[in-house]
């Protein structure tokens, strides 16, 4: 998108004013910054009922939206001072990586971060600096997971969704709390795109894409429904952008060993975070490292969220705090086959789960 000169002043004075004082304005400082070019320039403004000054801009935006994966979980079995550690420690270090990459962080929402390039400034490489960003971002949660099994504290997993489209941005609110934020049917499909990715996994919308096929390698187009959309959505999976020699670091995560077996276990649909109270009856005809795939009769969908409960006999252990999400669904025979991909699991779990799939494998050579 072609600059204005509104958006070219903004870029010389932030860097008269870093190269004056060591450092560019802060968030707030920029925005009202750019309100009085807006202002200086004739741009039309909105003032509401209660006299707050509302000056709003249209603009090309790459919304990225990252995600906890199984947080929810975790905040409900550990102690509170285990749960601020984590937390604290992931979202110091993702804001590091953000700031690098010339981002800026919209909210953080709990477990959740929504980042903006190119809202209030806009940049020509905006897409490609988000797409690292993400990148450096699950490279950076592997890092502190190996911190967290040396501290023995629960790992966690992030998934990320990143969009670019045309979006209203501003300051929102009233005279009593108000506050610069993008607006938009394209922030909505961040929002889904996120809700499609898994742990580790990076995903991006076909419009996103468009701006940089020759800039990343990325998965073949696959077609979702999400919600407000009336057709399917593309949207790809990033996997390295070769000129900066960044590799989503995912498809280690999952290799392993895949076992069959016919253990009976039950499953919670998870809707809303919220793990529901009636338990589905299902067998788990194999099951590897990060995931297992069971055979019921109920019906799940691609996507859905699941709370897992095993009796894993053979380690001595019963497994009742594992979070996956359906990955692969098909029928056989009347009965559903169900992949499931775990997104939370317990140190114990994953130990007594490797323990079970290598004395499996042992006994079957």
């Not at 072609?2 to 004075?13: F, N, Q, S, V």
């Not at 039309?44 to 090309?60: K, L, P, T």
């Not at 995912?250 to 919670?268: M, N, W, Y």
């Amino acid at each position: 998108m072609k600059d204005d000169p509104g958006k070219e002043a903004m870029r010389h004075l932030q860097a008269l004013i870093a190269r004056e004082t060591g450092a560019p304005l802060e968030h707030a400082a920029e925005m009202e910054m750019e309100s009085i070019i807006r202002h200086a320039r004739g741009e039309s403004e909105v003032i509401d009922a209660a006299g707050v000054d509302h000056s709003f801009v249209r603009c090309e935006v790459t919304i990225l939206l990252a995600d906890l994966r199984g947080f929810t979980s975790i905040a409900a079995t550990q102690p509170a001072g285990v749960v601020i550690t984590l937390l604290n420690r992931c979202l110091s270090r993702m804001n590091e990586i953000i700031a690098a990459h010339q981002g800026v962080i919209d909210k953080f929402m709990g477990d959740s971060i929504m980042v903006l390039f190119g809202a209030p400034i806009e940049r020509p490489d905006d897409v490609e600096r988000a797409l690292a960003c993400a990148i450096e971002m699950q490279l950076a949660m592997g890092t502190l997971n190996a911190r967290y099994r040396q501290d023995g504290l629960p790992e966690l997993y992030m998934g990320i969704g990143i969009n670019t489209g045309s979006v209203l941005a501003g300051k929102f609110g009233s005279s009593f709390y108000s506050e610069y934020t993008v607006i938009g049917d394209e922030v909505n499909l961040a929002s889904r795109i996120e809700a499609f990715s898994l742990r580790g996994q990076v995903l991006i919308s076909e419009n996103t894409y468009a701006h940089c096929r020759d800039y990343v390698n990325a998965g073949e187009a696959m077609e979702v429904f999400v919600k407000g959309k009336s057709q399917s959505v593309k949207l790809r999976e990033l996997l390295s952008i070769p000129s900066l020699e960044l590799v989503v670091p995912r498809q280690d995560i999952r290799r392993s060993h895949r076992i069959e077996v016919e253990l009976p276990c039950s499953l919670h649909i998870v809707k809303s975070k919220i793990v529901l109270p009636h338990a589905i009856r299902a067998t788990i005809r194999d099951i590897g490292y990060h995931g297992v795939l069971v055979e019921l009769d109920h019906s799940l969908e691609s996507h859905d969220e699941v709370k897992l409960e095993a009796d894993l006999a053979q380690v001595d252990f019963k497994a009742t705090d594992i979070y996956a999400k359906v990955v692969k669904v098909k029928l056989d025979g009347g009965r559903q086959l169900v992949g499931l991909e775990f997104t939370s699991i317990s140190p114990d779990a994953i130990m007594k789960i490797q323990l079970l799939v290598q004395l499996l494998v042992a006994g079957a050579s």
